[in-house]
Structure formats: structure tokens, C-alpha cells
């Protein structure tokens, strides 16, 4: 049989108006969602970042304090471009993340505190389509991340954070995950593409301290977004995969 095209990308709601983007590193967002971020902030959405790791062992020739730093300056950077204007770091070891309690309940008291309606995070599942392994973060803070919603909304669940003002958070819609292999949604990003280029490269540090000489922000971005603008009809896009977080699945997200 000839291959298939892939299958058509629905555009994600827009009906929202705060989002909280849980991830495992500085740069994770920016591999593949800024773009995306960008649209959102434009029409006035309130955008939060939150990296699980500061990206500490992220650079062979630098230690982890000195790269904790430098990581921590360009994400508050690329962030600060697509109109995110909060940047919080959970200080969670970078390179060793396990899925478990302590993971889902500092993602706990993050939803119960911004109180978004959608949360955003990175691609999960094993690998990024073919045989292109993700890597074991990236894993366990997707999953944590699902689990750590859900406590969000359970005044049982880890009682301890309901303290001082802080209450149960149970109405987050859905889980978007950036460019997972398995994603039926997407974001036009046509036009808000070369702010996405843009973030990119302010991991300039980064970047080249994993001696990617020819690495080019624009080439890599247009790799799977004009790939994923074809299933949309546009020139770009953003692939994201939906978990409904409502009970049953509600058709405004699926
Ligand atoms: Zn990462």
C-alpha cells in the first residue's frame, strides 16, 4: 500500500485566556511551541513558563553552576520574545527526573496556584516519531504532569499545600503536548513563525556548547512546522497532542 498522508491537524480552541507550560528543561518550549506561545500571548492570553530543571547538565564543557545560571538567562530571554513575561524553576536535578510523588506534587501546587484552563507541556511518549528516542525528563515530567493536574484538583491530594490561601485547582480543560508524534491538533503559526526562530536563538549558549556548528534555528523550526502547516492548510504550524482533563473528554477539545 502507498503511504498515506498524514491525517488533517484541528485547530485548537482559542476560547481561553491562561495556560501555565510545564516542562523539563530551558529550551523544550522553544524546540517546538514558542511560535505557538507567541500567537497566544498576541491575543492577549497570559502565558506562565515553568521549567521542572534549570538545564544544569546541559553542557559538556561547563558545570552545572555555572550552566544553571546561563540557562536560566537565555530561557527568561526566549521567553521574554514570545511575550511570556514569568519564568519560574523548580530546581529539580536535570538529567535524573523520576516520575513520582515529588514531582507530581511541586506540578500541584503550580496549577493550584496560576489556576490555568490549559496546561501545556512537551512531547512524551518514547520517541518523536520513527525510531528518534525522547529522552527519560522529557518522559517523566509528561506524565507527572497529567497526574499532577488531576491532584491539583483533589482537596485530599497533598492537603499539606492548602495553606495560607491556597485551594484545590480543578478546572483545567486539557493537557496540550508539543510536538508529539501521536498530535491531532495544531496552531497556525505563519505568523508568528520567526518569533518562534527568534527564541530559539536566544539558547545561543547552548546551542553552541553542544557544537552544533551548522545548527540553524530557522532550517531546524521549518523542518516540522511547514510539515505540520500542510495538515492545516497554512504555511506553519505547531503540532500539539490533546489529553481532555474534563470528565469524559469534552468534544470542544478532542
Ligand atoms: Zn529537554
Redesign the pocket.
Known sequence: MANQAPPPLKPLPEDWSTAVAIV??P??LEFGAAAAVARWTGQGKNVVYVMVTSGEAGIDGLSPDECRTLREREQVESARIVGVSEVEFLGFPDGILEYGLPLRAAIAEVVRRHRPEIVITGNFRDTWGGSSLN?A??IAVGRSVLDGVRDAGNRWVFPEQLTGGLEKWGDVRAVWAASSPESRHGVDTSQTFDAGVASLKAHRAYIDGLGWEHFDEQEFLEGFSRPAGSRMGVAFAAPFEVYSMTWGGGDEDD
Do not use: I, P
Open positions: 523539563a528543561h529550551d523544550d529522552q525528563d522529557h
